[in-house]
């Protein structure tokens, strides 16, 4: 089981906030990745309610729907959970490993794998409603707007399928491989990619917008608050572009490459980076608000959860939002890529061994 460890400034008796919630449908929880809700108090999480086991490494982050826990994984399996059990309610077996977070569309499941095949499964039965192959390998995550689905894949290609039955919509190619997954606002999607740039594609049709060059390649999934989009990139900056125009508002260098996709809450985004610092800045002027080194590589994205910032690092951190102190954290197995979901029931947490966790 876990471990729990208090903080010795604060111990586990600190205040920390909760996002409210009953689902969770995708990465950060909704199409522009903002990563922040409305505050509820809440205290820190003192014991594991279950720990649950599934078939292979986890290197996505577990998603949340009507009292169900989906995560994939790379053995191929797509597993529901039952937040109040932990057992698993059924299991899904696609034919390649999944890097990808499901997400949710109209009671399915949406999820992409490593031989190019988007499933569109039931989420209540695990039954398969539809697939889509695409040719080449799909990392990222199926963003859904409206009546389409939108994902990119290896081969350089962004696409848009119907969230019907997976017909294709329109298919664009891009610079480079897509492991970014898009952030939709309106009718933009925004994508990063491994040619270095950030684009901005108009929804209904795929053509381009507007496209802007950074040093490297983006792995890192833009967010968009404000009507400014921020993104990483692996040339050690970290970006804010005007999202009509593309024009970059301002940068700022981290230690290393950022591969960690931002949250945004109020006044201030949140990002990791390789070299194992977490930090603030201010979405007007990017200033530092404050950073925080926490030891190992960051590549996951932080979740924002009203004045709580939650990030895992080797070891699954709770910090606060307004000054980045330590008030909570937990040894959970090596979850370097995967994204807690807090809810005002408890806190869900998977990590790479394939342990499955819910605290409260």
Same mark, same amino acid.
């Given at each position: 089981?876990?471990?729990?460890? /208090?903080?010795?400034?604060? %111990?586990?008796?600190?205040?920390?906030?909760?996002?409210?919630?009953?689902?969770?449908?995708?990465?950060?929880?909704?199409?522009?990745?903002?990563?922040?809700?409305?505050?509820?108090?809440?205290?820190?999480? &003192?014991?594991?309610?279950?720990? !649950?086991?599934?078939?292979? #490494?986890?290197?996505? +982050?577990?998603?949340?729907?009507?009292?169900?826990?989906?995560?994939?994984?790379?053995?191929?399996?797509?597993?529901?959970?039952?937040?109040?059990?932990?057992?698993?309610?059924?299991?899904?077996?696609?034919?390649?490993?999944?890097?990808?977070?499901?997400?949710?569309?109209?009671?399915?499941?949406?999820?992409?794998?490593?031989?190019?095949?988007?499933? /569109?499964?039931?989420?209540?039965?695990?039954?398969?409603?539809?697939?889509?192959?695409?040719?080449?390998?799909?990392?990222?995550?199926?963003?859904?707007?409206?009546?389409?689905?939108?994902? %990119?894949?290896?081969?350089?290609?962004?696409?848009?399928? #119907?969230?019907?039955?997976?017909?294709?919509?329109?298919?664009?190619?891009?610079?480079?491989?897509?492991? #970014?997954?898009?952030?939709?606002?309106?009718?933009?999607?925004?994508?990063?990619?491994?040619? =270095?740039?950030?684009?901005?594609?108009?929804?209904?049709?795929?053509?381009?917008?507007? $496209?802007?060059?950074?040093?490297?390649?983006?792995?890192?999934?833009? *967010?968009?608050?404000?009507?400014?989009?921020?993104?990483?990139?692996?040339?050690?900056?970290?970006? *804010?572009?005007?999202?009509?125009?593309?024009?970059?508002?301002?940068?700022?260098?981290?230690?290393?490459?950022?591969?960690?996709?931002? !949250?945004?809450?109020?006044?201030?985004?949140?990002? =990791?980076?390789? +070299?194992?610092?977490?930090?603030?800045?201010?979405?007007?002027?990017?200033?530092?608000?404050?950073?925080?080194? @926490? %030891?190992?590589?960051?590549?996951?994205?932080?979740?924002?959860? =009203? #004045?709580?910032?939650?990030?895992?690092?080797?070891?699954?951190?709770? @910090?606060?939002?307004?000054?980045?102190?330590?008030?909570? &954290? *937990?040894?959970?197995? $090596?979850?370097?890529?995967?994204?807690?979901?807090?809810?005002? +029931?408890?806190?869900?947490? /998977?990590?790479?061994?394939?342990?499955?966790?819910?605290? +409260?």
């Amino acid at each position: 089981m876990c471990s729990v460890l /208090a903080d010795r400034r604060d %111990g586990l008796r600190c205040e920390v906030q909760a996002k409210v919630v009953s689902d969770w449908p995708n990465l950060l929880c909704d199409g522009r990745h903002s990563g922040g809700q409305l505050p509820q108090p809440w205290r820190a999480p &003192r014991r594991s309610l279950w720990q !649950a086991s599934v078939e292979g #490494s986890v290197r996505s +982050a577990p998603i949340l729907y009507d009292g169900l826990l989906y995560v994939s994984s790379l053995a191929g399996f797509l597993n529901a959970i039952d937040i109040h059990t932990g057992k698993v309610r059924w299991r899904f077996r696609t034919a390649a490993p999944i890097h990808s977070t499901p997400s949710l569309n109209s009671g399915k499941v949406l999820v992409t794998c490593d031989d190019g095949t988007l499933y /569109a499964i039931d989420a209540s039965s695990g039954t398969k409603t539809w697939d889509v192959r695409t040719g080449a390998e799909v990392w990222t995550s199926a963003i859904v707007s409206k009546d389409k689905i939108f994902f %990119g894949d290896t081969s350089g290609h962004m696409q848009a399928v #119907s969230s019907a039955n997976g017909t294709l919509q329109w298919k664009r190619s891009l610079g480079g491989k897509i492991y #970014s997954t898009a952030c939709i606002v309106g009718q933009q999607v925004f994508v990063g990619c491994s040619d =270095g740039k950030v684009y901005s594609m108009d929804a209904k049709s795929g053509d381009i917008l507007w $496209n802007t060059p950074t040093g490297d390649g983006i792995d890192s999934s833009p *967010a968009v608050a404000k009507e400014t989009l921020f993104v990483g990139s692996l040339d050690y900056f970290f970006y *804010a572009f005007d999202t009509v125009n593309g024009a970059i508002l301002w940068q700022h260098q981290a230690e290393l490459g950022i591969t960690s996709s931002p !949250a945004v809450s109020g006044d201030l985004v949140v990002f =990791g980076c390789k +070299a194992g610092v977490l930090q603030a800045l201010n979405v007007q002027t990017g200033k530092l608000i404050w950073a925080q080194r @926490l %030891g190992q590589a960051i590549t996951a994205p932080p979740v924002i959860s =009203g #004045s709580t910032v939650w990030i895992q690092s080797g070891i699954t951190y709770a @910090l606060s939002l307004a000054d980045g102190n330590i008030l909570w &954290r *937990a040894r959970l197995g $090596n979850s370097l890529q995967s994204v807690p979901i807090v809810t005002e +029931a408890g806190v869900y947490l /998977a990590s790479m061994e394939g342990d499955v966790y819910a605290l +409260a």
